[in-house]
């Protein structure tokens, strides 16, 4: 933050490459805007609806938006499964729908399973303010970082040890920061473990439209379509900051199956609303279905061409990396480059490239990964 890289000021500042941000879609989204002007309300064309936009709505969110959402979704999912507009409730971004549910689904003192490596941000968003604890399932590099039956056992037994409510298991597909997507196999594997213990399964499905390649993205929903399933233990958490690159945007959302979820949900969600412009201007946007396909398409294009470009970098000067089909992330392997197996080596290291290389990249250790 103190010495950020740019080419002409600061052209020895430090390179940014550990923060999630999509930003290379903004040409689309700007001609978009140009030629639908009346979308915002800020706007010649859209002044008129500005009253009524800017009093008091229902909290539940504009209908036009949530219709837009699920459709959305629907479209990011290839169509496959169908999304019932009454059931989105809106948040903050992805922390306060994370957040939501936690307050929803846990007491101070219960525990969500977690799999390592994971997003360092569920330590804020479901902790700070909930008392819930994170239990990691520990999952190691020897198998590509699989979810395995044994492993998450292994966690819930240890927590029922110490004493430690499990309320639910929470999974990022795809992963952040793995840059992975877990199959239809291993995503049955885990509806089935949390049906046998009645936990809540909570699925981020944020990168949804981020991933290329022969690989396709499967969500929750399909799943569920034909596998034994208590629907009230299923939950999906969503926004619109990294398939749209909208981070700023604050679009979070909550899909659950569960009613008395959706209602509790709802009543929280006061605390963290969109505004209501936000939620005209995005409606008006994902109604666009023409739009929507051509940015997704190139969207995707893009980001496999930057993803292709890096790791072919990587390749040549004999980094290897964990086979990445999700366009904003790469788990590189710099073990060879320790001075020292362990955490402190790993973080030696990090000081380097950061100090010296001016690269900010983010150690493994800072998501709990469990080798350096």
């Known amino acids: 933050e103190n010495d950020p890289f740019t080419p002409v000021s600061n052209p020895h500042g430090v390179i940014q490459m550990g923060l999630a941000e999509n930003q290379l879609c ?3 989204v700007k001609q978009w805007i140009m030629d639908n002007p009346s979308a915002s309300i800020c706007t010649i064309e859209g002044v008129d609806e500005f009253q009524d936009i800017a009093n008091y709505q229902d909290y539940h969110g504009l209908p036009q938006f949530r219709n837009a959402v699920a459709r959305f979704m629907e479209k990011v999912r290839g169509e496959r499964v169908k999304y019932d507009p009454s059931r989105i409730v809106m948040s903050g971004g992805a922390t306060g729908a994370h957040e939501l549910m936690a307050f929803c689904l846990a007491d101070p003192g219960d525990a969500f399973l977690v799999p390592t490596p994971y997003y360092t941000g569920f330590d804020r968003d479901l902790r700070w303010r ?34 430690i409510k499990v309320k639910g298991l929470l999974i990022t597909n795809p992963s952040n920061p793995l840059g992975t997507v877990l199959d239809k196999d291993t995503l049955t594997s885990i509806l089935a473990f949390t049906n046998d213990k009645n936990i809540h399964l909570v699925c981020d499905e944020i990168f949804g439209a981020t991933v290329f390649g022969k690989l396709k993205f499967t969500s929750i929903s399909e799943v569920i379509l034909d596998q034994p399933h208590n629907p009230d233990l299923i939950h999906i958490v969503y926004s619109l900051s990294k398939d749209l690159g909208f981070p700023g945007f604050r679009v979070g959302i909550v899909y659950s199956y569960n009613d008395n979820v959706v209602n509790c949900a709802r009543k929280m969600s006061s605390f963290g609303l969109v505004s209501t412009q936000t939620q005209r201007l ?82 493994g250790s800072s998501f709990h990964c469990t080798e350096p």
């Open 26 to 28: 903004f040409d689309l």
């Open 282 to 363: 995005i409606a008006s946007m994902l109604s666009d279905e023409a739009f929507v396909g051509r940015f997704l398409e190139e969207s995707t294009k893009r980001l496999e061409t930057r993803t292709r470009f890096l790791l072919g970098g990587l390749s040549q000067v004999g980094i290897q990396t964990l086979k990445s089909s999700v366009g904003l992330f790469v788990w590189m392997d710099l073990r060879h480059m320790l001075q020292d197996p362990t955490v402190e080596g790993e973080l030696t290291l990090w000081r380097v490239i950061i100090n010296e290389v001016k690269i900010n990249v983010s150690p």
């Open 130 to 163: 909930t008392g819930v604890q994170l239990v990691p399932v520990l999952c190691h590099s020897s198998n590509n970082f699989n979810i395995t039956r044994e492993a998450s056992e292994e966690a819930y037994e240890g927590a029922q040890e110490a004493n």
